[in-house]
């Protein structure tokens, strides 16, 4: 093992070590915030008289049919672990400027947490629309699913944003050499 490889370990062991630290101190305030920006996102959409956010991780909706119920917005809902995750890969990525990986980084962070705030504000307007049990329904089938695209996308824009943008296909160095 050479020394740029034990560098690399002891990186992410670092990294992950600081990560999990920000996991335990921020998933409580994290998820509250998630819970009320997908409130907000609902009002925004014209939604806000069928529901009312509690802080911090509830929100009440008044369905139009059916009881109203209290959806809870628990820690396996927010993106924090995905986006954390996210974090630790593209610190760990091939090489790439420092400002490009940050850059990078972020937007995949970025689109990780719009992605969850939408789910769950989506999974609340199912529930308004059709019922607590459509709720939970959605929110187990399609919510994984959706869970699944905006971290993997996040994770593939990310590598794209961090990929060399020249190719040896493009090189026309003095060195290269054209076979006839």
């Known amino acids: 093992m050479n020394s740029s490889s034990v560098r690399l370990i002891w990186r992410t062991i670092a990294l992950l070590v600081v990560l999990g630290v920000l996991y335990v101190v921020f998933k409580d305030p994290f998820r509250a915030w998630e819970t009320r920006t997908s409130a907000e ?18 929100i009440y909706v008044y369905p139009r049919h059916g009881e109203i119920f209290r959806a809870l917005v628990t820690l396996s809902c927010s993106s924090l ?16 400027r420092p400002l ?20 769950i504000a989506l999974s609340i307007g199912v529930g308004i629309f059709f019922g607590r049990g459509s709720l939970i329904l959605f929110h187990d ?3 994984s ?11 593939m824009v990310m590598l794209i944003l961090l990929m ?17």
């Open 81 to 96: 672990a995905s986006a954390l995750s996210i974090t630790c890969m593209g610190f760990v990525a091939p090489r790439s």
């Open 145 to 155: 699913t959706f869970t699944f695209i905006y971290t993997l996308g996040g994770f």
């Open 164 to 180: 060399d943008k020249t190719s040896p296909a493009d090189n026309t160095t003095e060195n290269h050499v054209e076979l006839v």
């Open 141 to 143: 089938w399609a919510g």
């Open 41 to 58: 996102l609902l009002t925004l959409c014209g939604a806000g008289h069928r529901i009312l956010y509690v802080r911090p991780y509830y």
């Open 100 to 119: 490009r990986r940050v850059m990078a980084t972020s937007i995949a962070v970025g689109l990780v947490i719009f992605g969850n705030i939408v789910r």
